[in-house]
């Protein structure tokens, strides 16, 4: 009882008066703003879905359909005669691609060249996150070409495969960069003979490591460059990839514009069947378009 | 004795006020905010779920805010221009802070006109607004239900444009949220 004698009480109360007082006041006073997911995934590593051949780690939100062009033209090096390669024989792919979720997407795209077929995914398995609690960007690729040209083959003989795993951070606002083991596959290849002699032998499958960097010149422009070395045993007379790209946003679309070595617009094939070197002026003028709706 | 019961008086006054004030606050972290946009030939339309706001009758405070980043339109790349025209790194929220300033009859079961006055703040701009809505009280929620329209110039928010298409600059706001008793949660 001591205690409670009138000494000790009154500051004991005053104490609870004010507590309670503070207590209600804060129900008037304003309520902290909080993010409501501050630690979420960072903002676009690439402006679409491509570097330039090779995928990028971005992927489709959910509900999202992308359509995409991909025009490759003739050799830049033809000169002015053929307006820089724009006279000569030119590849196209027309591709669908869709978002199941945020991290994964399936697609189907159809090149001139071979009348190719290619199904393909994308899985985003981890997602670099803003708080830094996941530093890098980890997806997988897999791509199935069939070709449909006209030649006798079998249905095995047509099939060409890609799998891919793809490493990326951005690293800054305005640079973002990407590693990509891959392996592509032909289940069929040639091999030509002058005699006894093997003047043209195909390998069945690379391997090769994309490299791959952006740089954002603003929110809606960026500056793209990709090299694919290829690695072990490769076809006779194949050159690793190199190009360059300008990547321009404009609401629902991204057009790229860039220059590149190979005529081919799936990695696999520019993987095993690109013959052209960039450095030795050996590229070509292209575009992409990208359009993206929304199916929601 | 004197002491002792003056104290306690002052403690039993802050806690029924205190009980008071809690009694009469509602407050929701899941409101819905909608925006209707028109470009020529067509509108679409940004969604977030997180609203989050405090009324409080008894002092008929009205505290509202939104997450920008949880504005969606269903394509990502328009949620990126929207991004980038609020720009939202450097101002995150949507905010109103003020009094409501009609009288609200708790006693009413059907939803009653009600007319706040405060400031509404976007894009780093504050604005004196007064907003109408509906406030109704079922069962121990109280539901809101309002929208105005906001002109992007106001808030020196420039329209993106979709090509070449731009964004009208007059955009149709609603809210609705049903907001729990403070002393429930």
Redesign the interface.
Known sequence: MKQFS?IK??P???F??????I??GT??A??P?????PG?PV??LFLSQNIVVTSSVSN??A??LNFTIMHVFGRVDEGVQSLWGVDGPANIRFGLDYGISDRLSIGVGRSQFDKLYDFRFKANLLRQSKDGKMPIELALKGDMGIMTESNGFEFSDRLNYLGAVMLARRMSDKISLQVSPMISHFNTVSTEHNGETDMHVEEKTHFAVALGGRILVN?RVALLVEYIPVFGDRTTATENAFAVALNI??????FVIYLKTSDYLTEQHVIARNSEEFFRGDFRLGFIINR???L? | MMVRSTAEILVFIAFIGAQTVAGQSWMTQTGTVEFISSVPFFTFTGTSEHLTGVINLADSTVDFYVDLSTLKTGIGKRDKDMRLSLDIKEYPFAEFYGKLITDFDRSIPDGQAAMVEGVFTLHGVKKNVRLSGVLQLIGDQLVLDAGWDLNLEDYNIVPPKLLIVKVDEIQKIRITATLDPMNSQ
Do not use: K
Request: hydrophobic letters at 40%; a negative charge.
């Open positions: 009138g009480y009154r004991v109360c005053l609870l008066f004010l507590a309670l007082s207590g209600a129900v008037q304003q309520i703003r909080r993010l409501v997911d979420g903002d676009e489709l939100p509900g999202n929110d946003e404009t609401g629902g679309h991204v993206v709706f929304s929601n």
